[in-house]
Structures are given as C-alpha cells and as structure tokens.
C-alpha cells in the first residue's frame, strides 16, 4: 500500500497557532478589560487612602489647633496651618473660630483641580470641655499630586499583568506543542510510513501510554489488525471460491447427465459434454460460425413436448420434468428425462438423463400388465384400458360379444389346469381365426372372453359371424392327455352393440352379461342379443332384493299358522308356521318368488332365525293359554348346518322356554342330497336334543326309499300335489296309498298335505294317514285367529268323528 | 513633749483643715461683680478673654506650681492636672501670644494683689477671704 501525500499544511493550520490565538484573544480581553478595572479599583483606593491620610494628619495637630482656637490665638494656629502645609498632598489649610477665619495658609501654586473632591473638614472641640466646639479645621488634598501617584502605580500594575499574560502564552504554546503537537506529528509520520497490511503495529510515543493520544495509537492498532484479519479473510474465501468453482467444472464437464443452460426461447447458452453426447447435437468445435443452438435442434420425436416444458416451468416458476423421446439415427431412439428449472432471469436450467431402460421396463411392464398372460389377449384391464378414452362423440360404433363356456369349471376340476389351459387356448385360436384383423380380443376372466368387432353395429349382419362362432366353439375339442381326448362343450354368447347399449366398456359388459345369462339360461339359441327387457327384469328383482331387506330390518314378514290335524283321534294337534311378506306397494309377495331370493342374497340365515323364534315364542304363548299343541318351521337347505345350528335352535328353545318336542322342523328331500353327511349329523343332533324332523313335499323330488332309511325322520309330508289329484282310483291314490304303507312299515309318521275335500279326508282315514292339514280345515292365518279357529276345528272333527264311525 | 503635741494637733488639724479649707475665687470689690460662673472662670484664668461684666480687664492671678491650692484648683476648676495645665500654657508661649495669669508668690500676697487691684482676681482658701475681697466663685469639691 503506497503512502498517498499528505497535502501541505500552512504554519496557521497547525494546533499550537491555533490553541496561542485563542488563548492569546482570551487572555488579552481579559488583560484589557482586567486593566480597566485594576485602575479603577487603584484610583479608589489611592483617594481613600489620601483621605485616610489627611485624617491622620488632622489627628496629629488636632490638640494643638484646638488649643489655639480656644485661646483664639492666631499665632499659634498658622504655625499649625503651616505645619500642615509641609506635607506635599496637602494644598491649604484654613482654621474657623466662631465662623471666623482665624488662620490661613495655602502653595503659592496652588491649582484646586478638582471642584467635586470635598476638602476635609475637622470640628475642634474645647480641651477643657469635650462637648463643646471651638473652632473647625478644613484641609484641601493636593489631588493632582495624588493622582499623579495614582497613574504611576496602575501602570505598574497593568504592566506586571501584561508581563503574566505573555508568560502563560508563551507557557501554553509550549506546552501544547511538547505535549500534544509534538507527539501527534510523531505518530502522523510514523503511520505514513507503516504499511498496515503487514501487521505491524504503531508505537506508542513515550510517556503517552496512558493519555489520549496512547489510547489513539491503541485505537489505530486494533483497526489495523482489524483490516489485516479482514483481508486474511478475504484472501481465503476468494481462495475457497477458486476451488469451489473448479469442483463445479470438474462436476460439470465429468456429469453422466446433461446439463444446459438456455433462454426463455430455448436457444442454448451453455452446456457440457453429456449434454451433446446425450442429444446427438453437433459438438461446439465443430459448429462454425454462428450457428444458433437451440434446444428444439435434437431430433426430438414431438419437439413440442420441448416448448412445453419450457413454458410450463417458465410459467410456474418451479421445475417441471418429463420423459421426452429422441429419435436415432438408426432407430435406435433413446428416452431422455429433461428437468428444467427458472433461473429467475428469463433462462433456465436443464438435466438431461438417460431413461430409455426404464422407460423400456415400464412399457414392457405396463403391457404385462394389460396382457393375459396364456392367451397373449388383452386381460380385463387391457380392454378397460384400450377403451378408457373412447368417447361418443367419435362416433365410433362396435359390437361387444361376451363369450362363456359352459361346464369349462367341471373340466378344469376334474382334469386339472393343465388341460384347462390346454383347453383355453384351443378356445383362443378358434376366436382368433373366427375374428376379423380389426377386431378387439381379451380374455376377462377364468372362461371368459370378449370380443370388440369394429364397426358393427346392425344385428343381422352380426348374426352370421356369432352363429359360425359359437358353432365352431361348440365342435369337440382334441386335447393330448396322456391319451387322446375328445373333450365338448358348449359356448354362450351375449352381444351388446355401442352405443346402443351402453356408452363405456363396464356398462357394455354388463349388458352383454345379461344377455350371455338370458341365452345361457334359454338353452335355445348358444347366443343373445342384449335386450332392454333383460335390463328391465334385473332391476325388478334387485328392487325386490332391496325391498326384502328392509322387510327384515322393518319387520315386515310375518307368520301365519296353519293347523295340523289328527284325522284318527279328531282333533288339532299342531300348526305349520309359514313365512308371510305383505309388501307395502306391491301387495301380498309369495314366499316361492322371496324365500329363494333371500338365499341368493345371503338373508335366510337371519330370517330363518327370526321364524324360529317367533314360532317357539307362539308356540309357548298357546300352551300357557292351555293349546297345548305342536308348530313345526320350515328349514331352508342354505340354513344347513351353519346358519341355523342345532345349537342355537336349542338355546332359541331354551330362551322362550318350549319344549323340544313344542317344535318340529321341516326340511325338503333335496337339503339331504346336497352333503349327505353334513345333512345326517345335523338332523341327529337335533333329534337327540328332542326334537322332531319331517321330511316336506315328499314325493317331488328324488322320493328314495333309501334316504328314508339313511335318515332318522319321525314324519314324512306328502306333497298336496298327490293329495289334491287323488280319486278313488288312479296312480295317485296308488302311490299316496304306498307311501303310507311305506311309512308305517318304517315306523314314520304321515301327514298328509293340501286336504281339501271331506272325500279326500275319508279316503286317507281309510289309507291309515295319521294326520292332515289343508283348507278342508283352514287356511293358514295369523296367530291371533289360532286360538277361535282351533275351537271350531275340533268341534268340527268331533261331529265328522262320530259320522265316520257311524258310517263304518 | 512637746513634739508630741505638735505631731497630736497636725494629726488632728489635717482633717479638719481639709475639709474646712474650701477653695473660692476673690475679687476686688471695685471689679463690679457680684459673681462669676465657672465657665468665666475657666476663660479668664485659661487666657481666652480677659474682660469682665462690668468693663474691668480681668487680671487673674496664679500661685505657684508648689502651692497645694493651685493643683486644687485647677483639678476642681477644669478637671485637668498641673502638667496638663502647664504643657498647654507652653504651647500658647512657645507659639502664640496670650499670655498666663500673674504669679503670686504665696496666698497672702494673692489676697494682698486683689485688695490692692480692681482687676485682679484669685483663689484661696475661705479663711483668707477677708474683708478687704469678695468672694465671687466657690469651687466645689
């Protein structure tokens, strides 16, 4: 750091000239004003003094004056005037007796020069008697010599105080110049000559330590250690700095990614190695001249998927990514991931990485994904996919089909998956070669498969190409397992057009599901058109679905009871409890149209439940009231064994305190069949907890003897079907005639279904029926009639009882 | 004997004499004056003025510095001493020139100076007071 020149400074700049002349002005102010006051106070003091003199005088001649006034002796008072005059400040003396001038004496030069200063005047008393005048002295000072004195000695005075003054001048100008100037120029020149950056220190001029001008050069020094630590630390941040930005090029030009810098239009202002090697854009040493580097120059597949990140982080002022693809050269095209980020300025910055293995991976996994993986059709997700963002207003028109084989679960299981497959891919290629290059194919589900053909939309001109289809599909199958086999089965098809049909893929399916259902179910075409009635019928029944659920959450199901006779000993022994549905708008709902519903819906366990416990609460009301009769509750196959077990029928009895034998339950042939021995260890639980088992309808089903005797019944109910058809001779009578027989001879019980005419009542007394139930007695009715009807019932047997024994 | 009656009578006589023996100024009767006050007597006899009532010049008439009456009376007079009394005369002699009172040389020829003299004036003793003087100022105490 070089010294910069000081400018010169005049001798009247300087500190000592400065601190002389005020002191100078000041001192002379007061010297002057000083001076004036000290020849006052001079002035005055002199006079008294004169005066002070003059009395004292008086005082020395007073006894003699006095004496001569006394004696009136003008002799001797001129001596004393005289005498008086002798001494120079006095100028005359006059002696008065009695107002007389008794002596005078004057200086023949005599000047009075001042008429203001009084003379002094003295009384002069008796020396015999103090108290009484005698004369007076008067005495005239010489003020012009007084004065005169007066001068000589102010002068003196002032000139002494001049003396002073210049001598504290003079003192204080030395002194600031030894003890301030001095060690300041010092220090100045010192410092011109230190270079501060060095570290040196200044020193302290001696004898300074401990005043102000130490505690400067103290204050100096910090500073300068200040500004030498500062620079210090400068040196090494622009150090760090260096090495910083060196990692960052090092970083820059050795990165895998690409890293570029580009304006708002995308025009390339920077960018490294990877970046070219990445893009394929002319390295800059081979660009000549001037040639403009844009982003947009990559051989990109859709350069506006470019601009668009570009605005769109521009706009957003945050980063924005995408994964964009670059074309190659030959074919060999490459994803790029771009990420760019605002600078703040108008530019950005971007990477670029290289995703084309995982972009590869997700599209490969992505088509697995919407792929079955057996057949190479498209799976459910394929077709929901492929159609995602079909919209009517392309006006694009198709035919769904929806193909199902029939029995194909029957095979799998009892051939295995294998063959399944086997199976199912025959099945493939027979809709391949079956469909049209345009059309859609997919496989939806185990045996499920769709077909979309394009452009369809008029039935009949579909019908053929279904018809030939599920022909085709029907042909036997040739498989090899193991041995040759010829496997059949049948397909169902159901077909939906778009948009007729439906305006999305789910509700295609749905509709061509319906139809497939309606053509499984006719069993006269393989194939069906969607029809809105089929829709129709759905909703009905799930409305009736619905409807039946609030039945039982609102109790809106009932039991009606119908009686139970003995036709031998006439009389009501029991009542079979029926489930009644009075529907709030639709009326009166048979049970043949709701109980089967509510086993497909899952609600017969509950409901079966409830018809248990309302019976056996009904049952045990009436046999407190003295009825002392049986009701049996009819068990649905669904109930078996676990919605109803014989564990909480017992703890139903239990809880409304019935006996086991207050309750029977009646079950059909077709419960036994479905798991023979689920069905035998449920009813014997129940029977050894006391309860009674009859078999309903019997006679519709399967009606084998050997069930009869696999299973431990007590009662066997004939069905009304037989009872209602029987004369006196034909088949029926026959067989109702057998099955008691039967029966009896397996030590069962009969009772006999459906009674409706007296004939009908005398013909099954004659068959040894035991008991009956039917109009003929009552209809079924609610439990608050049960007690009158009952009445009536046994009357009426009664009389009927006494008739028949007569006729007999 | 003798010696010792004499000494018995002065020791006896003192007393008497001093308190008996006051001291009165005397004038001739021809002065013309009954009376004086104590300030004319202080002015006359201390040289201030000479001249009396009646016209007469006063002549007063001293006794010597030894006599025991002039110390009296100057005490009773003025109140002053006789050195007092005499330095003041010295300065009007030394300087001035008023004049003292006439000197008589004892009390008789004081008396004898104012019987003979119409001016002339003294002080003595009561008892000396005859008749040839009148006493125009008594002196107290």
């Given at each position: 750091?070089?010294?910069?020149?000081?400018?010169?400074?005049?001798?009247?700049?300087?500190?000592?000239?400065?601190?002389?002349?005020?002191?100078?002005?000041?001192?002379?102010?007061?010297?002057?004003?000083?001076?004036?006051?000290?020849?006052?106070?001079?002035?005055?003091?002199?006079?008294?003094?004169?005066?002070?003199?003059?009395?004292?005088?008086?005082?020395?001649?007073?006894?003699?004056?006095?004496?001569?006034?006394?004696?009136?002796?003008?002799?001797?008072?001129?001596?004393?005037?005289?005498?008086?005059?002798?001494?120079?400040?006095?100028?005359?003396?006059?002696?008065?007796?009695?107002?007389?001038?008794?002596?005078?004496?004057?200086?023949?030069?005599?000047?009075?020069?001042?008429?203001?200063?009084?003379?002094?005047?003295?009384?002069?008393?008796?020396?015999?008697?103090?108290?009484?005048?005698?004369?007076?002295?008067?005495?005239?000072?010489?003020?012009?010599?007084?004065?005169?004195?007066?001068?000589?000695?102010?002068?003196?005075?002032?000139?002494?105080?001049?003396?002073?003054?210049?001598?504290?001048?003079?003192?204080?100008?030395?002194?600031?110049?030894?003890?301030?100037?001095?060690?300041?120029?010092?220090?100045?020149?010192?410092?011109?000559?230190?270079?501060?950056?060095?570290?040196?220190?200044?020193?302290?001029?001696?004898?300074?330590?401990?005043?102000?001008?130490?505690?400067?050069?103290?204050?100096?020094?910090?500073?300068?250690?200040?500004?030498?630590?500062?620079?210090?630390?400068?040196?090494?941040?622009?150090?760090?700095?260096?090495?910083?930005?060196?990692?960052?090029?090092?970083?820059?030009?050795?990165?895998?990614?690409?890293?570029?810098?580009?304006?708002?239009?995308?025009?390339?202002?920077?960018?490294?190695?990877?970046?070219?090697?990445?893009?394929?854009?002319?390295?800059?040493?081979?660009?000549?001249?001037?040639?403009?580097?844009?982003?947009?120059?990559?051989?990109?597949?859709?350069?506006?998927?470019?601009?668009?990140?570009?605005?769109?982080?521009?706009?957003?002022?945050?980063?924005?990514?995408?994964?964009?693809?670059?074309?190659?050269?030959?074919?060999?095209?490459?994803?790029?991931?771009?990420?760019?980020?605002?600078?703040?300025?108008?530019?950005?910055?971007?990477?670029?990485?290289?995703?084309?293995?995982?972009?590869?991976?997700?599209?490969?996994?992505?088509?697995?994904?919407?792929?079955?993986?057996?057949?190479?059709?498209?799976?459910?997700?394929?077709?929901?996919?492929?159609?995602?963002?079909?919209?009517?207003?392309?006006?694009?028109?198709?035919?769904?089909?929806?193909?199902?084989?029939?029995?194909?679960?029957?095979?799998?299981?009892?051939?295995?998956?294998?063959?399944?497959?086997?199976?199912?891919?025959?099945?493939?290629?027979?809709?391949?070669?079956?469909?049209?290059?345009?059309?859609?194919?997919?496989?939806?589900?185990?045996?499920?498969?769709?077909?979309?053909?394009?452009?369809?939309?008029?039935?009949?001109?579909?019908?053929?190409?279904?018809?030939?289809?599920?022909?085709?599909?029907?042909?036997?199958?040739?498989?090899?397992?193991?041995?040759?086999?010829?496997?059949?089965?049948?397909?169902?098809?159901?077909?939906?057009?778009?948009?007729?049909?439906?305006?999305?893929?789910?509700?295609?399916?749905?509709?061509?599901?319906?139809?497939?259902?309606?053509?499984?179910?006719?069993?006269?075409?393989?194939?069906?058109?969607?029809?809105?009635?089929?829709?129709?019928?759905?909703?009905?029944?799930?409305?009736?679905?619905?409807?039946?659920?609030?039945?039982?959450?609102?109790?809106?199901?009932?039991?009606?009871?119908?009686?139970?006779?003995?036709?031998?000993?006439?009389?009501?022994?029991?009542?079979?409890?029926?489930?009644?549905?009075?529907?709030?708008?639709?009326?009166?709902?048979?049970?043949?149209?709701?109980?089967?519903?509510?086993?497909?819906?899952?609600?017969?366990?509950?409901?079966?439940?409830?018809?248990?416990?309302?019976?056996?609460?009904?049952?045990?009301?009436?046999?407190?009231?003295?009825?002392?009769?049986?009701?049996?509750?009819?068990?649905?196959?669904?109930?078996?064994?676990?919605?109803?077990?014989?564990?909480?029928?017992?703890?139903?009895?239990?809880?409304?305190?019935?006996?086991?034998?207050?309750?029977?339950?009646?079950?059909?042939?077709?419960?036994?069949?479905?798991?023979?021995?689920?069905?035998?260890?449920?009813?014997?639980?129940?029977?050894?907890?006391?309860?009674?088992?009859?078999?309903?309808?019997?006679?519709?089903?399967?009606?084998?003897?050997?069930?009869?005797?696999?299973?431990?019944?007590?009662?066997?109910?004939?069905?009304?079907?037989?009872?209602?058809?029987?004369?006196?001779?034909?088949?029926?009578?026959?067989?109702?005639?057998?099955?008691?027989?039967?029966?009896?001879?397996?030590?069962?019980?009969?009772?006999?279904?459906?009674?409706?005419?007296?004939?009908?009542?005398?013909?099954?007394?004659?068959?040894?029926?035991?008991?009956?139930?039917?109009?003929?007695?009552?209809?079924?009715?609610?439990?608050?009639?049960?007690?009158?009807t009952a009445a009536r019932i046994n009357a009426e047997l009664a009389a009927w009882h006494d008739t028949a024994i007569l006729s007999r | 004997m003798r010696a010792f009656i004499s000494l018995l009578i002065l020791f006896l006589a003192l007393p008497l004499s001093a308190a008996a023996a006051d001291l009165v100024l005397i004038a001739n009767p021809k002065a013309g004056i009954a009376h004086l006050t104590q300030d004319d007597v202080t002015n006359i006899y201390l040289g201030r003025y000479r001249r009396l009532t009646s016209g007469v010049t006063a002549e007063p008439i001293d006794l010597p510095n030894e006599s025991e009456f002039k110390a009296r009376f100057y005490r009773q007079l003025v109140s002053k001493?006789?050195?007092?009394?005499?330095?003041?005369?010295?300065?009007?002699?030394?300087?001035?020139?008023?004049?003292?009172?006439?000197?008589?040389?004892?009390?008789?020829?004081?008396?004898?100076?104012?019987?003979?003299r119409p001016g002339a004036l003294a002080y003595v003793e009561r008892p000396h007071a005859d008749a040839r003087v009148v006493v125009v100022f008594e002196l107290a105490n």
């Amino acid at each position: 750091m070089k010294n910069t020149a000081s400018p010169r400074r005049s001798w009247w700049q300087g500190i000592v000239f400065r601190s002389l002349a005020a002191v100078g002005i000041v001192t002379f102010l007061l010297g002057g004003l000083s001076s004036v006051a000290i020849r006052q106070t001079v002035a005055d003091q002199m006079h008294l003094q004169a005066i002070e003199r003059l009395g004292e005088l008086l005082d020395t001649v007073e006894s003699t004056a006095s004496v001569a006034c006394f004696a009136s002796d003008e002799q001797l008072a001129r001596e004393v005037a005289l005498g008086l005059l002798r001494n120079r400040e006095v100028q005359r003396v006059v002696i008065f007796v009695g107002g007389k001038e008794l002596a005078r004496a004057e200086r023949a030069t005599a000047i009075v020069s001042d008429p203001a200063q009084a003379p002094v005047r003295r009384t002069l008393n008796s020396p015999f008697k103090k108290d009484e005048a005698v004369g007076e002295i008067q005495l005239d000072a010489d003020w012009d010599a007084i004065f005169l004195h007066v001068e000589k000695n102010g002068r003196l005075a002032i000139l002494l105080l001049m003396a002073q003054l210049v001598l504290v001048i003079v003192g204080t100008g030395g002194m600031v110049f030894m003890v301030v100037v001095r060690p300041i120029k010092a220090t100045s020149d010192r410092l011109h000559r230190l270079d501060a950056t060095s570290g040196k220190q200044l020193r302290t001029p001696d004898g300074h330590e401990h005043t102000e001008i130490g505690r400067l050069v103290d204050d100096i020094n910090e500073l300068t250690g200040r500004l030498v630590t500062t620079l210090n630390q400068e040196r090494e941040l622009r150090r760090q700095q260096e090495i910083d930005q060196r990692k960052y090029y090092d970083l820059f030009d050795n990165a895998s990614s690409g890293i570029f810098v580009a304006d708002a239009t995308g025009r390339l202002i920077s960018w490294n190695p990877a970046f070219v090697a990445l893009t394929w854009l002319p390295n800059p040493d081979q660009v000549t001249g001037d040639t403009p580097r844009q982003l947009a120059d990559a051989r990109w597949a859709n350069v506006d998927q470019v601009a668009a990140l570009l605005r769109c982080s521009l706009a957003k002022h945050a980063p924005c990514g995408d994964d964009l693809l670059l074309k190659g050269n030959r074919g060999d095209d490459r994803w790029l991931h771009m990420a760019i980020t605002p600078l703040g300025d108008g530019s950005v910055q971007g990477t670029i990485t290289d995703v084309t293995t995982r972009k590869r991976e997700e599209i490969s996994a992505r088509r697995l994904a919407i792929t079955d993986s057996l057949t190479g059709f498209a799976n459910r997700e394929g077709l929901l996919q492929e159609f995602l963002e079909f919209d009517l207003a392309t006006d694009q028109r198709f035919a769904l089909v929806m193909i199902d084989l029939d029995g194909f679960k029957k095979i799998n299981d009892s051939l295995g998956f294998p063959v399944g497959d086997k199976l199912l891919l025959e099945v493939a290629v027979r809709i391949r070669t079956a469909g049209q290059p345009s059309d859609f194919l997919a496989r939806i589900g185990g045996d499920e498969f769709v077909m979309v053909l394009e452009g369809e939309e008029r039935e009949e001109l579909v019908t053929p190409r279904i018809a030939a289809l599920a022909e085709h599909l029907a042909e036997p199958y040739g498989l090899e397992h193991g041995q040759t086999t010829a496997l059949s089965l049948s397909a169902s098809l159901g077909v939906a057009f778009c948009p007729r049909d439906g305006s999305d893929i789910p509700q295609l399916l749905r509709s061509a599901e319906l139809a497939l259902n309606s053509a499984r179910q006719t069993n006269s075409h393989y194939y069906q058109f969607f029809d809105p009635t089929l829709q129709t019928a759905v909703e009905h029944r799930r409305r009736i679905e619905d409807d039946l659920r609030q039945a039982v959450a609102s109790q809106d199901l009932y039991l009606v009871f119908q009686p139970i006779v003995d036709i031998h000993a006439g009389r009501l022994v029991g009542a079979e409890a029926l489930l009644r549905w009075q529907h709030a708008e639709r009326g009166f709902v048979s049970p043949d149209v709701f109980i089967p519903l509510a086993e497909q819906i899952g609600l017969i366990g509950e409901i079966g439940l409830r018809v248990l416990d309302q019976a056996c609460a009904q049952v045990a009301t009436w046999r407190q009231g003295g009825l002392d009769i049986y009701v049996s509750v009819n068990v649905s196959g669904r109930q078996i064994p676990d919605e109803l077990t014989p564990e909480m029928v017992v703890a139903t009895l239990q809880r409304r305190g019935v006996p086991p034998l207050a309750i029977a339950i009646e079950i059909t042939e077709g419960v036994l069949m479905d798991n023979v021995a689920v069905a035998q260890r449920w009813i014997e639980s129940l029977r050894s907890a006391g309860l009674r088992i009859y078999l309903d309808d019997f006679g519709t089903g399967y009606s084998s003897l050997s069930y009869l005797k696999r299973f431990p019944m007590d009662t066997v109910k004939v069905d009304k079907s037989f009872i209602r058809d029987m004369n006196a001779d034909n088949n029926d009578r026959t067989l109702v005639d057998a099955i008691i027989t039967m029966a009896r001879s397996l030590g069962l019980k009969v009772v006999a279904e459906g009674i409706e005419e007296s004939s009908q009542l005398d013909l099954l007394r004659e068959m040894g029926c035991g008991y009956g139930q039917g109009y003929l007695f009552s209809r079924p009715i609610p439990a608050a009639d049960f007690v009158v009807t009952a009445a009536r019932i046994n009357a009426e047997l009664a009389a009927w009882h006494d008739t028949a024994i007569l006729s007999r | 004997m003798r010696a010792f009656i004499s000494l018995l009578i002065l020791f006896l006589a003192l007393p008497l004499s001093a308190a008996a023996a006051d001291l009165v100024l005397i004038a001739n009767p021809k002065a013309g004056i009954a009376h004086l006050t104590q300030d004319d007597v202080t002015n006359i006899y201390l040289g201030r003025y000479r001249r009396l009532t009646s016209g007469v010049t006063a002549e007063p008439i001293d006794l010597p510095n030894e006599s025991e009456f002039k110390a009296r009376f100057y005490r009773q007079l003025v109140s002053k001493s006789l050195p007092e009394i005499n330095a003041y005369w010295s300065r009007l002699i030394f300087a001035g020139k008023t004049q003292p009172p006439q000197l008589a040389g004892s009390a008789e020829e004081a008396v004898r100076m104012v019987a003979r003299r119409p001016g002339a004036l003294a002080y003595v003793e009561r008892p000396h007071a005859d008749a040839r003087v009148v006493v125009v100022f008594e002196l107290a105490n």
